[in-house]
Nanobody, 123 residues
Framework: QVQLLESGGGLVQAGGSLRLSCAAS????????MGWFRQAPGKEREFVGV????????VYADSVKGRFTISRDNAKKMVYLQMNSLKPEDTAVYYC????????????????WGQGTQVTVSS
């Protein structure tokens, strides 16, 4: 069992930065791939990025590649999403999630989800 709690969301102007954090509980955290998804109002939940348990594999959605960076600290049971050069279209609720797969991109492969944190980017 893994419980996830996101923090760090907020309101930022276009071009700004935010860092989201995800605190995990559970003894097996380091064996899970950790992903970030987001969902904007009226839209489907979309993949943002994923980091494998050892951080040897990191995959990003094309829409955030070069702007967002995922990292993890297994000793602290933390996952981070550094978001730079934010755009209004990045506005969404961001979810931290865990998968037994190394680097899954489909939400259906994730079994644990946080409650989400709101990110709003103003133009």
């Amino acid at each position: 069992q893994v419980q996830l709690l996101e923090s760090g969301g907020g309101l930022v102007q276009a071009g700004g930065s935010l860092r989201l954090s995800c605190a995990a509980s559970g003894r097996t955290f380091s064996s899970y791939g950790m992903g970030w998804f987001r969902q904007a109002p009226g839209k489907e939940r979309e993949f943002v990025g994923v980091i494998s348990w050892s951080a040897s594999s990191i995959v990003y959605a094309d829409s955030v590649k070069g702007r967002f960076t995922i990292s993890r600290d297994n000793a602290k049971k933390m996952v981070y999403l550094q978001m730079n050069s934010l755009k209004p279209e990045d506005t969404a609720v961001y979810y931290c999630t865990a998968t037994p797969r190394a680097a899954a991109q489909s939400q259906w492969e994730y079994i644990y989800w946080g409650q989400g944190t709101q990110v709003t980017v103003s133009s």
